[in-house]
């Protein structure tokens, strides 16, 4: 799977992100985030079931996990998750299908 994200301000591209899982050797599914301006960061998915699968990286700065969440049939959030100056941070993004005109 691919997908990509773009910042926009008034007419201006601020940053994106291009995200690929992939099933690697050994079945193992790896989530890699290539956002604008910073390094590849892979994450190992340690969670995976018919609703829910987080993938995590212990060793980079923020996020720690991110994951993804069936909320029904048509709905997740997905989020991201770490440890930030000590603290615990989650962000959730909340996703719903929409009907295209």
Known sequence: MI?????VQ????REYEL????????????YEAHP??????TFVAR??????IVFENSAHDFPQRVGYTRR???SLIAWIEGERGGKTRRI????ARVRCP
Not at 3 to 7: C, D, F, L, P
Not at 36 to 41: H, L, N, R, Y
Not at 47 to 52: E, I, L, R, Y
């Open 3 to 7: 997908g990509v994200s773009r910042t």
């Open 47 to 52: 969670t995976a079931n018919d609703s829910t």
């Open 19 to 30: 995200v690929i899982i992939r099933e690697r050797a050994g079945g193992e599914i790896a």
């Open 92 to 95: 959730e993004f909340p996703y």
């Open 72 to 74: 029904g049939a048509d």
């Open 10 to 13: 008034a007419d201006t591209l």
């Open 36 to 41: 604008s301006g910073q390094a590849t960061a």
